[in-house]
């Protein structure tokens, strides 16, 4: 990614200014500095990604195409960073939220808001659908119920749980047996690497013939919505990262300007700090992708992975690594990263509209806890309609859901450079690099969101018999 300079006070130290001569800590400039006060919020965001990207989305990839889907997955990080970067940017150098700006975009009044709640519950019931049924794939084997019937079990227990926000210790376990999994990914990668035939066939070119053709257009519309995670989580880490208080948050919680030049080397500071953090957890993502992407193409390439084989699969793909009790290992770790994901949806979903919907009625009066429980209910109960009429259908739930995010958030990005630039003081501006970053990645965006409604509406056939006349 394009880099800025200029960033002078990065060493931990103070400064005063105002009327009140209010000192004000910069961030600290060392790494064990760094990490002890200011790292968090990119993790909490990251463990919104290792779910259906990684668990079910990154070997389907590497089972179909090899260690091509590294690259695929790439380009994808690569193109959707901006998004993120912009949020950041705007959260540490004007001092809120992106959402809270939103009803500045031109158009009818608050229409960007009124998406965002649109997109936290419709489409965050769809996603949590998803991932849940994915979790519930895993355990089905293991209890007397139906997979679909499994999955109302538990997101009913997840909702609960969000509900009266007595979670924190069963997220922790489900955090600690995430990382467990992300070690085991990484280690057994290193330990059983692809095969050196597989390597040669798939590390830089694929067979696109015929059916793979349609195949690939899905996976990849598929992996451009859910990888790393949808942009509407420029929200969610918005919030997180404001709970921490720093950067022009803190100026504005002490009466002072953010616009004040005296304080553009404390906010240019903070803009650095606050995408260094985001940086780790977005190389963690990818990694930990990149990590499940080897394995399946070492265990499973070029054999599918489908809905009624995605938990035997899965369990597969360390067994050449480390042995028969890797199976037990897998399951475990990646029903723990989905439904924690799951879990995480549901409160980032309830959250978020909670705090969006008295924005768009410009309404402050409106009880957000209310909202909040309300959301929870409402994905709870049409999550569990939508599996039981589907059914056991996690990897097809999972491509088509991510398909359609891939069309349906891209706004985002857009709504966040078009905020930052309207109310970040113009030293903190994005430079000439970081715009033509943006501009050629959201035309890499658009064109995503393109193959996505090429794959939901089944027009490559179509377009494959054009392209012969139109050569």
Do not use: C
């Amino acid at each position: 990614m394009p880099d800025e300079s200029g960033e002078r006070r990065t060493d931990g130290g103070t400064a005063t200014g105002g009327a009140a001569d209010v000192e004000l800590e910069f961030p600290s400039g060392d790494w064990a500095g760094f990490f002890k006060n200011h790292f968090g919020p990119s993790m909490l965001w990251a463990l919104i990604s290792i779910g259906g990207s990684h668990i079910v989305l990154g070997p389907t990839m590497g089972a179909f195409f090899g260690l091509f889907a590294i690259w695929i997955f790439g380009l994808i990080y690569i193109a959707k960073y901006g998004a993120w970067e912009l949020g950041i940017r705007y959260n540490y150098g004007v001092g809120g939220n992106p959402v809270e700006a939103y009803d500045q975009l031109p158009g009818p009044r608050n229409w960007m808001q009124w998406y965002s709640v649109a997109v936290f519950v419709i489409g965050y019931v769809a996603i949590t659908a998803g991932v849940g049924l994915s979790s519930a794939a895993l355990v089905g084997p293991l209890v007397p119920l139906s997979v679909p019937q499994t999955f109302v079990v538990l997101i009913a227990i997840a909702g609960g749980l969000v509900f009266f926000t007595r979670y924190s210790l069963l997220e922790k376990i489900l955090l600690g047996f995430t990382v467990a999994l992300g070690v085991l990914l990484v280690l057994g990668a290193i330990v059983g690497p692809p095969s050196a035939d597989v390597a040669a066939e798939t590390a830089l070119s694929i067979d696109l013939g015929g059916e793979r053709t349609i195949i690939f257009v899905g996976l990849f519309a598929a992996a451009a919505g859910f990888a790393p995670t949808g942009f509407s989580t420029s929200v969610l880490i918005g919030s997180w990262s404001m709970a921490k208080g720093e950067g022009a948050s803190q100026l504005r919680e002490e009466g002072l300007d953010p616009d004040d030049e005296r304080y553009h080397d404390y906010i240019r500071a903070w803009i650095r700090t606050g995408r260094r953090d985001f940086n780790i957890g977005y190389a963690f993502s990818f990694v930990l992708l990149a990590a499940m992407i080897l394995l399946a193409a070492n265990v499973l390439y070029p054999e599918p992975i489908d809905d009624e084989n995605f938990a035997f699969a899965l369990g597969q793909v360390l067994s050449e690594s480390f042995g028969e009790w890797s199976f037990w290992a897998i399951i475990v770790g990646g029903f723990a990263a989905l439904y924690s994901t799951v879990i995480t949806l549901i409160d980032g979903a309830s959250r978020a509209t909670g705090d969006i919907l008295p924005m768009a009625l410009n309404d402050r009066t409106v009880d957000r806890e209310l909202v909040r429980r309300a959301v929870i209910v409402v994905i709870v109960v049409v999550a569990s309609g939508m599996v039981l009429a589907l059914g056991n259908v996690p990897v097809t739930f999972v491509v088509t859901i991510a398909a359609i995010l891939a069309v349906t958030e891209i706004l985002f990005y857009p709504a966040n450079w078009y905020v930052v630039k309207k109310n970040l003081p113009e030293a903190f501006h994005p430079s000439r690099r970081w715009v033509a970053y943006y501009a050629i990645s959201l035309v890499a965006v658009l064109v995503f969101g393109i193959m996505g409604a090429i794959a939901q509406f089944d027009l490559v056939p179509e377009l494959i018999e054009l392209l012969p006349s139109a050569g």
